[in-house]
Nanobody
Framework: QVQLVESGGGPVQAGGSLRLSCAAS????????MGWDRQAPGRQRELVAR???????NYPDSVKGRFTISRDNAKNTVYLQMNNLKPEDTGVYYC?????????WGQGTQVTVSS
């Protein structure tokens, strides 16, 4: 069983920055992937960032160059640095961990970007 706890969300003005953190605990394998998704009201959940245990990252065009995902394997923690935030970045951000072919997700943290 894996548990994930996100932190760091909140309100921010457009152009500002936030750093999200997510700590994983439980039965965690050494080879895995971690990532962030988000969901805005009335919209489908979308991928924001992924990072593998060897540090390979992946971003959609909508956040590329503004968001940076990183991880501390010793702490089983993943981070999402978000810069130059836009109102369309508003949503609930979910942290996830993929291992054994299965994703486990946290409860989410709200990010609200005002113009």
């Amino acid at each position: 069983q894996v548990q994930l706890v996100e932190s760091g969300g909140g309100p921010v003005q457009a152009g500002g920055s936030l750093r999200l953190s997510c700590a994983a605990s439980g039965n965690i394998f050494s080879i895995n992937a971690m990532g962030w998704d988000r969901q805005a009201p009335g919209r489908q959940r979308e991928l924001v960032a992924r990072i593998t245990s060897d540090g390979t990252t992946n971003y959609p065009d909508s956040v590329k160059g503004r968001f940076t995902i990183s991880r501390d394997n010793a702490k089983n923690t993943v981070y999402l640095q978000m810069n130059n935030l836009k109102p369309e970045d508003t949503g609930v951000y979910y942290c996830g961990l993929r291992q054994g072919g299965r994703w486990t997700w946290g409860q989410g943290t709200q990010v609200t970007v005002s113009s």
